[in-house]
């Protein structure tokens, strides 16, 4: 059974998250699979109750869950999870922010310096004008 402890102790959602985005780009530049960067409300072992960040795909309407390697509706994912704040990347956005920031995430002010985030916003909206994301 699926449980938020499992993911937790796996402990590297966001590497093999954006690794998954990144692989479906690689193979289709039209891909719409999105990386999600989001907080997570433990539901067993040590994490009962506890708020963490948690890195995830959603290919449509199904997450894919690269932790846990499963995939569910996104509904039924965010009320399991009880999953909030969510940010939402696209493949190529993903790939500036981990090239930018040197690392998989999460991508907020308290992990990458401000200066660096502003650097990436601009590449991103540089790249949207140029019709590349």
């Given at each position: 059974?699926?449980?938020?402890?499992?993911?937790l102790?796996?402990g590297?959602?966001?590497?093999?998250?954006?690794?998954?985005?990144?692989?479906?780009?690689?193979?289709?530049?039209?891909?719409?699979?999105?990386?999600?960067?989001?907080?997570?409300?433990?539901?067993?072992?040590?994490?009962?109750?506890?708020?963490y960040?948690?890195?995830?795909?959603?290919?449509?309407d199904?997450?894919?869950?690269?932790?846990?390697?499963?995939?569910?509706?996104?509904?039924?994912?965010?009320?399991?999870g009880?999953?909030t704040?969510?940010?939402?990347?696209?493949?190529?956005?993903?790939?500036q922010?981990?090239?930018g920031?040197k690392?998989?995430?999460?991508?907020?002010?308290?992990?990458?310096?401000?200066?660096?985030?502003?650097?990436?916003?601009?590449?991103?909206?540089?790249?949207?004008?140029?019709?590349?994301?």
């Amino acid at each position: 059974m699926m449980n938020w402890f499992n993911i937790l102790k796996a402990g590297s959602c966001y590497r093999t998250a954006y690794t998954y985005v990144s692989n479906e780009y690689v193979k289709d530049r039209k891909t719409k699979v999105l990386l999600i960067h989001a907080n997570v409300v433990g539901d067993g072992g040590n994490v009962i109750g506890h708020q963490y960040g948690h890195a995830f795909v959603l290919d449509g309407d199904t997450v894919i869950d690269t932790e846990a390697n499963i995939k569910m509706p996104y509904e039924k994912y965010v009320d399991l999870g009880n999953v909030t704040d969510e940010i939402i990347y696209t493949a190529l956005e993903a790939m500036q922010y981990a090239l930018g920031s040197k690392h998989y995430g999460p991508w907020t002010s308290e992990f990458v310096p401000a200066d660096v985030l502003e650097e990436i916003k601009l590449d991103i909206e540089w790249t949207k004008e140029q019709g590349g994301v």
